[in-house]
């Protein structure tokens, strides 16, 4: 496993000339865990449709609702943060008071109460194969496949997801290989197939390529 960085970009550079370039002129893949599945998912709700700045007032406000969570020691895997209990118990109006629209206080709802019930299994993620993940993570209303998707790439770590939903990813993809407009999801499926398995690894450095074409852009 600790050597699997390390492959996973001589595989890419071996395999495609184009990512060799790019990956010549970045910084080391380095992937950082988001730990706690359910902390992810809320927070992915929570910043739906919202920018940056926005989202992360109404995310703290949130977590300001339960200030007792440092002292009882947090949920499991998601450290000082509230449980799906909590916010099944946390009446609307006060989860309004954090700004919360009721169309996401009702995705939360929905997540709490399938946690709670079993019916999505957080605990078992690391069991499952990519597509159960999905399958499970998107029974939830107001969670879907892109949801999804950065769940397994940046909590589970998987190596080998393809978000061909992500419109930064596609951006990146009709860059770096001169695509006149955004590549459809067939096109850049047939183009990662000599990326497998990492094409998590593949998509990490060409969002690395497109931030840093917008940074030069602005400069």
């Known amino acids: 496993m600790k050597?699997?960085?390390?492959?996973?970009?001589?595989?890419?550079?071996?395999?495609?000339p184009v990512l060799a370039h790019i990956i010549k002129s970045a910084?080391?893949?380095?992937?950082?865990?988001?730990r706690g599945y359910f902390k992810f998912l809320v927070k992915a709700i929570m910043y739906q449709q919202l920018a940056g700045p926005a989202a992360r007032t109404i995310?703290?406000?949130f977590k300001a609702l339960y200030p007792g969570k440092s002292a009882r020691g947090g949920s499991a895997r998601g450290g000082t943060f509230p449980t799906a209990q909590d916010i099944i118990k946390t009446s609307d109006k006060k989860l309004r008071s954090a700004g919360l629209s009721r169309q996401k206080i009702s995705y939360l709802r929905d997540?709490?109460?399938k946690i709670t019930?079993?019916?999505v299994k957080l605990k078992g993620f690391t069991r499952m194969t990519d597509a159960e993940v999905l399958q499970?993570?998107?029974s939830v209303k107001g969670i879907g496949n892109w949801t999804g998707q950065m769940l397994l790439i940046f909590s589970l770590g998987r190596l080998d997801i393809l978000p061909t939903g992500d419109w930064g990813f596609v951006k990146g993809v009709r860059d770096a290989y001169g695509f006149k407009s955004a590549p459809k999801p067939s096109t850049i499926e047939r183009l990662a197939e000599k990326w497998r398995p990492y094409r998590s690894v593949a998509t990490w450095y060409l969002w690395h390529f497109k931030d840093n074409e917008v940074k030069n852009k602005k400069r």
Do not use: W
């Open 3 to 16: 050597n699997l960085p390390k492959l996973a970009t001589l595989h890419l550079r071996q395999s495609d």
């Open 27 to 34: 910084p080391p893949f380095n992937l950082r865990l988001q």
């Open 59 to 61: 995310f703290n406000r």
């Open 111 to 113: 997540l709490s109460q």
């Open 117 to 119: 019930n079993g019916s």
């Open 136 to 138: 499970n993570v998107t």
